[in-house]
């Protein structure tokens, strides 16, 4: 059974660093691309970085990009995301995904058929 667990969320203020960490279980991981996306309040979910199974190959969302960096540890099974310089819209809940079969390019442009979705972790920027 495939597993994603986010966790890291939490409140903090503009301007704040926070680290979303996403461990798997149940799948291969190195065969995986890994994704965070974000779905804010009243909003559709979105892209905002992933990683894909090549080293080094790693895709942003434009609001994001200088700001947040996605790595992944094949050894522990997880994928990270370092948010730095956070900003009340990036206030959402971040999502993890995994996809065995699509890349983190196609991540980027749609979450549809995303296959592995983990609960969500709330984040919180206050101004």
């Known amino acids: 059974q495939v597993q994603l667990v986010e966790s890291g969320g939490g409140l903090v203020q503009a301007g704040d660093s926070l680290r979303l960490s996403c461990a798997a279980s149940g799948v291969t991981f190195g065969r995986y691309s890994m994704g965070w996306f974000r779905q804010p309040p009243g909003k559709e979910r979105a892209f905002v970085a992933g990683?894909?199974?090549?080293?080094?190959?790693?895709y942003y969302g434009d609001s994001v990009k200088g700001r947040f960096t996605i790595s992944r540890d094949n050894a522990k099974n997880t994928v990270y995301l370092q948010m730095n310089s956070l900003k009340p819209e990036d206030t959402a809940v971040y999502y993890c995904a995994a996809d065995l079969s699509a890349s983190a390019r196609a991540m980027s442009v749609s979450a549809d058929g995303v296959e592995y979705w983990g609960q969500g972790t709330q984040v919180t920027v206050s101004s």
């Open positions: 990683a894909s199974v090549i080293p080094g190959t790693i």
